[in-house]
């Protein structure tokens, strides 16, 4: 009975141990942590207008829902033929946006070896060795002995504690913010073409109005110039006349050179040598989309360079979990 005993306690403790043996190994296969996105509580809209209307003797407020203006494309936003050209041109010559492809590439490529990291590995090598014996060390075997070596190499990691899961995820989340870069590159050219080619517009209209007005002044000046000489005025008005028309007319080389200075640069974003810029006029120029906020919580999340951060963390996350394997 004594010993039935003792196999029996035996028997618990070896239980007992292969069941903590089990928990631990069991607790040791999940130290990595999955990664999730904060929750964003917001509400349906964001300080939407509200305008007020008469209803039946009534008054009663009308709330109108507003468009995220980030899901915008750009060629909706800029209708203008000549400026979509510009855009179009600056897109394919500017070489930071190929530099970014490039490192798009690259992530591509590094995100495919970190997923054959799951596969298992063969590495294969064959080589040959020749010597030459002296005569007196021959014993009679030939002198020259050649040796071929091949070796075959196998090698196959399991991903127990996900480390290569967490390896491969840290590849996908740098290739996805080098693509949030370089869309950040594009956003930051549309906007700077579509600025200049605008200020562009407005040193037009700018330039055609002081012309106008420079005329008017010296008719003006013509005009007050006669009448002085039929002593209907003194000489200050033809003095003051003067120097209207005066003013008008050196405004005119200062605009003219801004104009060059903004071709120039406009020139230099689409990947050409400096020269003029075709271009309509400001009173052609339509706006036929609305730009309402949304919710602001939207627009920081369609930011490219908000996109690229956001990815980083996460990439840092998945680093902290490769450690902890």
Known sequence: ??????????????????????????????????????????KDSFRSPTYSALDSGYVKNIAHDTINIATVKWSDMFTDTMLQQLITEGLQANIDIKIAVERITEAQVNVRLKKTAFLPSLEASISANTQQMPAFQSFGYPRNNTQYDMRLYTDWEIDIWDKLGSAKRVALSQLLATDAAKRAVQTQLIANIASDYYELLALDQQLMIIKKTAENRAEDAAAIAELFENAMLNGVAVVQSKANYYEAELDVPDIEQKIKETENRLSFLVGRHPGAILRQSLMKQQVNYDLNPGIPAQLLAHRPDVQMAEFNFRSAFEETNIART
């Open 1 to 42: 009975m004594i010993h039935y005993y003792s196999q029996l306690k035996k028997k618990s403790y070896r239980l007992a141990f292969m069941s903590i043996l089990g928990l631990l190994t069991w607790s040791s296969c999940h130290v990595t942590r999955p990664y999730s996105v904060p929750e964003n509580k917001v």
